[in-house]
Structures are given as C-alpha cells and as structure tokens.
C-alpha cells in the first residue's frame, strides 16, 4: 500500500463545500479523505433563516485541518494537493467590511422569507409581474440575492454606513470563503463565478456581466458587487474553481452534453437539464440559469432548472419540530413498516411553493388523515411529498424541452435512502440512477479545480473522464396506480396554495372598532383563505 501511496497520490484536489472539506485523487476521482463540522443555523423571527459567517469560516478552517491530519495518517503528504475548489449553496447572502475583514450582519439564507412584503411591492409595480425575467432567467422571488441584499441595506445601519463609506463588500458564499481563503483584508479576492452571479437577480445571463439596469431597479450599488469569473480558472493562491452546489452537482455527474440532467436531494431538490450554450426560457415555471462556464475562453453552458424548498428538510421538521423521528435515518424505517401512505398526503410548504407555481402564500398541509392514521403513515406521505414535488418538476421541463428524460440520475444526502430511491421511480414511471459515490458535487467542484488552465492535473475530454459505478431503480407499479396517487398530490397542493398573504382583503369576515352604531367605526379585514 505505501508504494501505491507513493506512486499514485501525487495529484490531489481539495474541495471546500461550505462545512465540508474533502481531498480526491485526480486520477481516479476516489474520495481520500474527508472532514465535516456542521454549523447553527438561527430562525430570530417566524420565516426567518440566517448563519453566521464566522462560523462557516472557522467550520472550512477546522475541517480543512482535520482532513489534512487525516491524510498525514495515511502517509499522504498535503503538498500533492495542487489546487482547491469551491461549492456553496447559492443565493445566501452577506455583507461585510473590506477593512476590517468583519461581518456587517448574518448570512441571510436562500430559504429566508422575510422579503415577501418587498417581493410583493416589486411584483405590484412591475408591468406584466416581471420585466426582469428576460434578462436574468429568474422570477422576482424571496429566493434570490438582490431582495436579500436590498432588505440588509434598507434595515441594518452597519451596512449603510459601510456602502457610504466605500468599506462593503456583497457576495454569495462562496464570495466570503474565496476572499477569506485568498487573504482576506490583506489583499483578499473579492469574485465569485457566473453559476452564483446567476442567481442574484442582478446578473445579465445573456451579456454575462452586472446589469446596470437590475442594478437601478433594486437600488443596488455596483461597486459592492465581486468582479464574475469562469467556473474554472485560478482566482487566487490554491483556488481554482467556484461553482454553486448545483452546477457543481451537474459537472460531478457529467452532465456535459445537452438534454443531461440530474436531481440532487439536499435541504431542498434541484432538478437541472443543461441546455446547451444557449440559454433556453421556460413557458413552465421553470427557471434559465447559468450551468458554468468551464475556463475563461470557454462557452457559457445553460440549464433549466426545477427549484424546491424543502426535501430534507422536512425530515429536519418531523425529528427537530415534531418529535415523530428521532434521526434522519429512522423515516426509511418507518415508511417502509406503513408501506403506503393510506391516503395521507403532506405539501411541505413552509417557505411557500417553488417551481413549477412560485406561490409564496402557500403554506404546509398534511390532508387525508384518518383514525387509521399513525406516524408511520405520516413518515411515508413525507417521502412520497419529495418524489411528488420533482414529478411536478420533471413534467414542466419535459414541455419545456419538447423532449422526455427516459431516466433520472440522482444524488445528495437523501439518496442514501433506498426506499426514496424506490418511490422516486414508481411516481416518475421511470429509471432512477444513483451513483455509489455521493459525494458528486464536491466531485464535480474538484474537476472543475484540478482541470483549470495552469493546474491542469484532471482531464474533462469524454475519454478521461473518471467511472463512476451505479445502480439502478426501475418502476415497480403501473402508470395508472402512479397518475392516482399524483392527482391526489395535486388536490392536497391546491388546499395548501393562497393561505397567508400581507394584503388587507375586503372579501371575508371583519372587525368592528368602536360601537355598532357609531358610523365613524373601521373595519380590519384579513384575508384567512
């Protein structure tokens, strides 16, 4: 084994994919070794979802450090790692202070919500409810960047006084972690790639730059903006490669040619179709971004994308919230022991509906419940809501396309439950292919790193690219049983849609202040449907 060590470890690639850090061998993309801190996330108001961005980077610091002693116990020398590259989840925004390296407030995470006042000003004054959308491939949405950075501008004082004073810095969060990685105050990157610049709502995907325009609708400053680079070019000392999550996920699993694609089960789902090097606008739903774009003299590479909140989360929910597992891995079991939901049908929608219906005003619903019913049930209706919610998915980017996927591959955490996988394939009517290594997205930033003009220690040409085992689940009810229980999904996801809103409603019950005769009285009128 110490020869092998010797001989074949002397190309390595690092990976930062936020509070995870992995080392893979370039020639054989087999994962060496690996370390993981998981970080808090804090909820300060009902919707709200933020990070603190210390913590994510003294979460990269320690497991950047752990994984190196782990690879000294191999025999491993850490100088064979010849690059590092970066994935993140998209859309989390922060701000902070080029001089004194501080955070001027929390990461305000993708799935945050406390936007939906400003969004619906925004729809309201726009004609057609979305003169962007041409120009960023986005719907106006609490999801991306660009509402997030206006609220931190309008609310937190730091940040003013940081934008007037020429001290602010804006970026996603890969942004953070390339300019801490690359110095920081003392001469730090400020960049980030065009995978992420994609997804703030102020990023033209057809010029491939900031959009003065976007700029001044969102009353954005451009100087705080990162300059945008390739997916896959040297920003800094020993960073080379950015990509968001899900690109990142689109390159592990070699979705290099157009009609490719892949679904990753994370906190959320992402179903991503590249393309080609046009970008292609939905009539769906659907959303057109920016895949990557593999060096800085190479094509920009398009995608559909089907966005969903919440998938693993709403396992987080039943264990953290509800108390009905007691570990992730405990909902395959329990699922598997209802074998059938009986009926019950459950829209997690705590942060509103995403793709194809972006309806903010939705909320979760769990219907169909019985006498009969029982945490088992409820556990299988969770996993059947994720399969459900990507077949809603997969069904608009099929019209969108003109051209229906014939298989599914798959990936992230949640693939790892076999039962899922299984459920995944009878409500889509189709294969499901699930790698044996999940780790595809740190896989994919690693071949973007290691394939960078001046590393050039991994080849992307269809020849070289690595093997990557795996298996495979096919249907095993027929299409009418799939279609039944898929109409009854879209019944219960009907009950759940319009069910907050901001907007005072003259249309039920109200309030009378003051005496029934006195014709001064006023009328507070909520909307409750």
Avoid at 436 to 463: D, F, I, Q, R, Y
Wanted: aromatic share 10%; hydrophobic share 40%; charged share 20%.
């Amino acid at each position: 084994k110490s020869s092998r060590l010797q001989c074949d470890w002397k190309l390595l690639v690092g990976v930062v994919l936020q509070f995870l850090f992995q080392v893979f061998n370039a020639k054989t993309a087999e994962l060496l070794s690996h370390h993981q801190v998981e970080i808090n996330q804090s909820f300060p108001k009902e919707g709200w979802v933020e990070e603190d961005p210390k913590e994510i980077m003294q979460s990269v610091y320690e497991c950047m450090e752990r994984t190196c002693e782990k690879l000294s116990q191999l025999n491993i020398d850490i100088s064979n790692i010849k690059a590092v590259g970066v994935a993140n989840q998209r859309e989390t925004t922060l701000v902070w202070d080029k001089e004194t390296g501080e955070p001027l407030y929390n990461a305000i995470v993708w799935l945050d919500l406390r936007t939906q006042s400003t969004v619906e000003r925004l729809i309201t004054k726009t004609p057609g409810q979305n003169k962007n959308h041409l120009k960023t491939g986005l719907p106006i949405s609490t999801y991306f960047s660009a509402v997030k950075l206006r609220w931190l501008l309008d609310n937190v004082d730091e940040v003013r006084q940081a934008v007037l004073s020429e001290r602010a810095m804006f970026g996603t969060v890969d942004s953070w972690i390339i300019w801490c990685l690359t110095g920081g105050r003392n001469g730090g990157i400020h960049c980030t790639d065009v995978s992420n610049a994609s997804r703030t709502m102020l990023f033209n995907i057809h010029t491939m730059d900031w959009d003065p325009e976007l700029c001044r609708y969102f009353d954005v400053p451009m100087e705080i903006l990162p300059k945008v680079r390739s997916s896959s070019e040297i920003y800094g000392w020993m960073v080379s490669s950015c990509l968001g999550d899900q690109s990142a996920a689109l390159v592990g699993q070699m979705c290099f040619t157009e009609g490719q694609a892949k679904n990753t089960y994370g906190t959320g789902c992402f179903l991503l179709r590249h393309t080609g090097t046009k970008p292609v606008m939905s009539d769906h739903g659907l959303l057109t971004t920016v895949a990557y774009k593999m060096g800085k003299d190479e094509p920009t590479c398009y995608a559909l994308e089907g966005s969903v909140a919440i998938a693993g989360a709403v396992v987080r929910w039943l264990k953290d919230n509800m108390g009905i597992v007691q570990s992730s891995s405990e909902i395959e079991t329990l699922a598997a022991a209802a074998g059938s939901s009986y009926g019950c049908y459950f829209v997690p929608a705590f942060s509103g509906l995403y793709a194809p219906y972006w309806e903010p005003s939705a909320r979760g619903i769990i219907c169909g419940l019985t006498q009969f019913t029982n945490r088992n049930h409820l556990a299988f209706a969770a996993l059947e809501a994720v399969c459900f919610q990507t077949r809603e998915i997969l069904d608009a980017m099929n019209q969108d396309s003109g051209v229906h996927l014939t298989q599914l591959q798959v990936d992230g955490g949640m693939t790892s439950n076999r039962l899922l996988m299984q459920l995944q394939a009878d409500i889509l009517c189709m294969s499901v292919v699930r790698p044996t290594m999940s780790e595809t997205t740190a896989l994919g930033a690693a071949m973007a790193a290691g394939a960078a003009e001046g590393v050039k220690v991994w080849n992307l040409s269809p020849g070289h690219l690595p093997h990557i085992t795996s298996e495979k689940y096919e249907p095993q009810i027929n299409s009418d049983e799939s279609e039944f229980r898929f109409a009854r999904w879209k019944k219960a996801v009907q009950r759940a849609m319009n069910w907050e809103t901001t907007e005072p409603s003259t249309e039920n019950a109200l309030s009378i202040i003051g005496g029934r005769n006195n014709y001064a009285f006023k009328y507070l009128i909520y909307k409750t449907n």
